[in-house]
């Protein structure tokens, strides 16, 4: 199939440090050059694919201090997305909410992942006004604030390169690790009393956006400083996640809001890294409770869950990864999306790699 990828432009694909949905779309685009499949990415300029790179800016934009609104940028991306649009089978978005006036005569074959939180009081009637628009969740807690008579073609977990993230079968630091962004939703300050309950030292790796700076400065900084067994290390690219992830006992992922999915918690798993998650959004979809992490109600909970790690197979939880969260799952389901969509034209493309031979990689500076 001819497929176009369309990201958002805040950062590359893969991300160079934080970063989530450029991370997916990354994983799932050299996924399917692999399989033979024509892909086009429409990304940031600084971006690394097998895939035709379409340049829509020169670097990712939260990276840039000389870029202050992004919208004009995702503005002149999907103009040249509408300007091509006949080239592709299947056209995939992953920018939530600016192509859909754009799309209308040819929606039948695009689809539009929802990376982000959909309980937000404004995105009932926008989505109530665009009813035939083919859209994919990420986990089925997700659509629960939306009403039941969208065009949902398909819940797709995320997924992972099944080498991408070395399993360790046993953690070198005896500490707890918190990965993502300080902010009170993701609840760092719940990680860090779970740690001091659990007697246990925190070592806190994430990105602090402008929004959240008055939180770090009243909250969790202040935290940090008067708990000697937590470690803020700040944010930190992929080599170092490996490290970071894999010589941890446990990944803490104690949120207080509807989490879509949470990637850092398969990206634990893919370590060996059991997970302590609170019960909310897709963490009973992700976390199989006794067996991969365990899934907790209180902080009380969480720091007796730290006391029962040892019962956890750190085989099973690499185990369980491969099972349900690798990339070529992930891709082989948004395949079958692709190939539902009515007006899809499934023609399979030449497969353009060959036994042996690998594409090489495309990197636009």
């Not at 379409?54 to 991306?77: E, G, Q, S, T, Y």
């Not at 740690?195 to 202040?222: E, F, H, N």
Request: net charge negative; with cysteine.
């Amino acid at each position: 199939m001819k497929i176009a990828q369309i990201a958002p432009l805040a950062e590359s694909c893969p991300p160079r440090l934080y970063g989530g949905t450029e991370r997916i779309v990354s994983y799932l685009t050299e996924e399917l050059v692999r399989q033979g499949h024509e892909v086009t990415l429409f990304a940031s300029g600084d971006s690394m694919t097998r895939a035709e790179l379409v340049r829509c800016c020169d670097m990712a934009l939260r990276l840039n201090p000389a870029v202050k609104d992004h919208l004009p940028f995702h503005i002149m991306m999907l103009d040249e997305v509408r300007r091509r649009a006949d080239e592709f089978d299947v056209l995939h978005f992953h920018i939530e909410l600016l192509h859909y006036p754009l799309i209308r005569d040819f929606a039948d074959r695009t689809v539009t992942t929802l990376h982000g939180r959909l309980d937000l009081p404004d995105l009932k009637p926008f989505y109530a006004a665009f009813p035939e628009m083919p859209l994919v969740s990420i986990s089925h807690d997700q659509r629960r604030p939306l009403p039941d008579h969208l065009n949902w073609a398909g819940n797709v977990h995320h997924g992972l390169p099944r080498d991408l993230l070395p399993f360790r079968p046993g953690p070198h630091g005896d500490y707890l690790a918190f990965l993502g962004r300080i902010s009170p939703e993701k609840r760092p300050d719940r990680a860090i009393e779970i740690a001091a309950r659990a007697g246990m030292k925190l070592k806190i790796a994430a990105k602090v956006d402008r929004v959240d700076q008055a939180y770090w400065d009243s909250t969790i900084a202040p935290l940090i400083a008067s708990h000697p067994n937590v470690e803020f290390i700040g944010e930190i690219d992929e080599p170092r996640k490996a490290e970071f992830l894999g010589n941890a006992r446990a990944l803490l992922f104690p949120i207080d809001w509807p989490e879509p999915f949470g990637l850092v918690m398969i990206e634990a798993m893919a370590c060996g890294t059991p997970v302590i998650a609170f019960r909310s959004g897709s963490v009973p979809e992700v976390i199989d409770d006794g067996l991969s992490g365990y899934i907790v109600d209180t902080v009380g909970d969480a720091a007796e869950a730290v006391a029962r790690l040892d019962q956890l197979d750190r085989g099973r939880v690499r185990a369980t990864f491969e099972e349900r969260f690798t990339a070529e799952r992930m891709t082989q389901d948004y395949l079958a999306v692709y190939r539902d969509l009515p007006g899809a034209r499934t023609q399979m493309a030449p497969v353009r790699q060959r036994r042996g031979h690998e594409l090489p990689l495309q990197v636009v500076a």
